[in-house]
């Protein structure tokens, strides 16, 4: 697995989205190289290609991935798709409601919608409501500091 993803890496580097893209039946059934594309095609601000990436790889092939579905509906959001973004997360949340970075995602699609229309207190309540359960949610937290108490 090391060797694809090395080489993965080094396709990043030379080719453009749009190419990579062209081969996708190369890599899309791979977990590791289709993340690998969705965060590079994010970082370039291809929210589309992003989305196109992480839907086929988890409807087409049927990789069963939290993280690339987040995804999917992180690019919708982004795209300004807020209710297809807030149905896949909240399928997200059916299977696992304890998921801070979904529950954080769908706050911010609510906030999204918020500041589209500052008249909507629904959506801005409805916001605060989903981040407060992702803070809610214990975080394991390390203490650096010798003789604190946590």
């Known amino acids: 697995m090391g060797k694809v993803v090395a080489a993965s890496d080094s396709l990043d580097k030379e080719k453009t989205l749009q190419e ?13 190289r289709t993340s690998a594309f969705v965060k590079r095609a994010t970082r370039e601000g291809d929210f589309l290609m992003a989305y196109d990436a992480a839907r086929e790889a988890v409807e087409e092939h049927r990789l069963e991935d939290v993280w690339l579905r987040q995804q999917m509906a992180l690019a919708l959001a982004q795209l300004g798709s807020t209710a297809r973004a807030q149905a896949i997360l909240k399928s997200l949340l059916a299977l696992e409601p304890a998921n801070r970075e979904t529950l954080g995602l769908l706050g911010r699609t609510y906030k999204d919608e ?3 229309d500052r008249e909507n207190t629904k959506a801005r309540d409805s916001a605060l ?15 650096d500091f010798p003789g604190e108490i946590e």
């Open 114 to 116: 918020w500041h589209a």
């Open 129 to 143: 409501e989903w981040y407060q359960r992702a803070f809610a949610i214990a975080e394991i937290v390390v203490n």
């Open 20 to 32: 990579l893209w062209r081969h996708r039946f190369d890599w899309v059934r791979d977990v590791d």
